[in-house]
């Protein structure tokens, strides 16, 4: 270690903020790297955190986001200045509309420079300010630390979500006190007497209760706690759009996604429950399909999120319970309520219109088209308990929502700002945080292309994940879209594509092409056997015909 980065009673600034992240305990930093923050890099190159390096900001910035979904700790990715960070800016709106906890750094031109439109250089506060929690800069080195604590606190108190960092190059380098600032706690908050009362009293006068779980916030024991009071109660539970596995997929208490493109039961649901208890999320446009369902003010609604101000929210608000999802859940599982028959009624028949609708189809192939109810079907039933599966956008991911198995908190990694070429991003950081997990990714071929490059990444550190690219030749939501507003007038939607099964060989794992249902089940066992005795990622290009829907 050169005397230059340490002295026996100093560190320079760049290397105090690796001990502070190592501190609040990252495991791993997504990066691409630059000459703006290399004394940060220089820390790294020591430090028991792992720095994935990626191929692309965006793709650093969405493993960060993912990464934030599935820990307790703001999930961190690296960037460098001008092009760099506004190519990471997709991560943050990503992280903003999830409510992710996420800290972005990114290496600034020298202090002395500022001012003077220097090469790369921007204005943090302007770029970033309108889509973050905090926008900070480390204008003295003496607080690197202080600033690194201060972001990790931002990220998660509250509602989560996403915190820029600016460093100065030049004042990285600097050589200050290694002593570090420490944790700042966050508060949790909690059911007041008033709180307890007003929701025992709503829960008793209720014939037909339901529970909304969504949000990033929560821990796998909190999810458990909650599983088990509802299925005591008999009381349902429905998912927000795209975080499926809080409430599992095999419980009784479990009804369905409520989102875009829901099935009918969990649509006629908001209108038909009398208490709707939501839990680490609101009912914004997405749940209330564009703030047109439950809207009277006459509806019972309790909303549980720690953030005061309630954003994104529509409609009546009955009671809020300000608290994160595990402290409230731990207040809710000392109430023991007398189950209503009711309430069985209502789950049982709410549960049954649920497993009609995530039957599984035949598992044998059709005449001609390969068809991605047949993937699904051969693939659902080879997969382990604790399987996951990540999404970007697009109609390809209603076979996951349909079908796919999310039985634990997380299991489930998607974005919910509708943001294309999170697939394999997020793969490969779920991958990374659970080696030897079987994880899944759906991704369209519009979306697949936009980072599919990080393949590349998954392979260089050994991510596993299975990649299924559903090519139907066409941005199809949008397809869909246009043939509603403007029928058969198909403009901008249509793509050629190239081979994806070679792409994939290409960057080091395994792929197979698929045309034909008959090949369905031999890729689906093939690319499964990969990953586990070659320990490679594995990819299935599924050619499908257009226009053909998971419902």
């Not at 940060?40 to 960060?64: K, P, T, W």
């Not at 047109?292 to 549980?304: A, G, H, P």
């Not at 088209?369 to 599966?389: F, G, H, K, W, Y």
């Not at 634990?408 to 070429?421: D, F, I, L, P, T």
Request: with cysteine; hydrophobic share 40%.
């Amino acid at each position: 270690m050169s005397t230059e980065q340490t002295t026996a009673t100093t560190k320079s600034a760049g290397h105090v903020i690796v001990d502070t992240l190592d501190a609040h305990g990252v495991k791993r930093i997504y990066s691409i790297p630059g000459e703006s923050y290399l004394d940060v890099l220089d820390g790294l190159h020591h430090s028991s955190i792992e720095n994935i390096i990626c191929r692309h900001e965006g793709g650093a910035a969405y493993m960060a986001e993912a990464d934030g979904k599935m820990n307790s700790v703001p999930g961190i990715a690296m960037v460098t200045r001008g092009p760099g960070a506004a190519n990471a800016h997709v991560g943050l709106h990503t992280a903003w509309q999830d409510s992710t906890a996420m800290v972005l750094f990114v290496g600034l031109i020298p202090f002395e420079h500022r001012g003077k439109e220097a090469f790369q250089e921007f204005d943090p506060q302007m770029w970033f300010e309108s889509g973050a929690k905090r926008v900070m800069t480390l204008d003295h080195a003496s607080r690197a630390s202080e600033i690194v604590a201060e972001a990790m606190f931002a990220a998660t108190s509250g509602r989560p979500g996403p915190v820029i960092v600016g460093l100065h190059e030049d004042i990285i380098k600097e050589q200050i006190s290694p002593e570090l600032h420490p944790n700042i706690p966050v508060a949790t908050g909690g059911m007041t007497v008033e709180d307890w009362k007003a929701l025992n009293e709503a829960l008793q006068e209720s014939d037909k209760p339901l529970f909304i779980t969504g949000g990033n916030d929560w821990t796998t024991e909190g999810a458990e706690a909650l599983t088990t009071w509802l299925e005591e109660h008999n009381i349902p539970a429905a998912a927000e759009w795209r975080t499926e596995g809080t409430v599992p997929f095999t419980s009784p208490s479990y009804v369905g996604p409520i989102g875009y493109g829901r099935p009918k039961p969990t649509y006629d649901l908001l209108e038909e429950t009398d208490l709707i208890v939501f839990v680490g999320t609101v009912p914004g446009d997405v749940v209330t399909d564009g703030f047109t369902i439950r809207q009277n003010w006459d509806k019972k609604n309790f909303l549980v999120t720690i953030d005061p101000s309630l954003r994104g929210r529509s409609g009546p608000v009955s009671h809020q319970i300000v608290a994160k999802p595990d402290v409230f859940v731990r207040d809710l599982v000392r109430m023991d309520l007398a189950v209503k028959d009711s309430w069985k009624e209502w789950t049982s028949r709410m549960r049954g219109e649920q497993e009609k609708f995530a039957a599984l189809p035949s598992a044998e192939p059709a005449e001609g088209q390969a068809r991605m109810d047949t993937l699904m079907a051969n693939l659902v039933q080879s997969l382990p308990e604790d399987a996951m599966i990540t999404l970007g956008a697009g109609e390809h991911t209603n076979w996951a929502h349909r079908y796919f198995p999310t039985n634990s908190y997380a299991a489930m990694v998607s974005a919910r700002n509708g943001s294309m070429g999170y697939s394999v991003p997020s793969a490969v950081a779920a991958s990374l945080n659970h080696p030897g997990r079987r994880v899944v990714t759906i991704a369209g071929d519009g979306e697949f292309l936009m980072n599919g490059q990080e393949l590349a990444t998954a392979a260089q550190y050994g991510a596993t994940p299975l990649v299924v690219v559903m090519d139907n030749q066409e941005y199809g939501t949008i397809r869909t879209h246009q043939e509603r507003d403007y029928p058969n007038r198909v403009s901008g939607t249509q793509l050629k594509n190239p081979d994806f099964a070679k792409m994939a060989e290409a960057f080091g794992g395994f792929g197979v092409r698929v045309e034909k249902d008959a090949d369905v089940p031999a890729a689906v066992e093939a690319a499964l056997k990969a990953i586990d005795e070659d320990g490679t990622f594995a990819l299935i290009h599924l050619i499908v015909d257009q226009r053909v829907k998971a419902y």
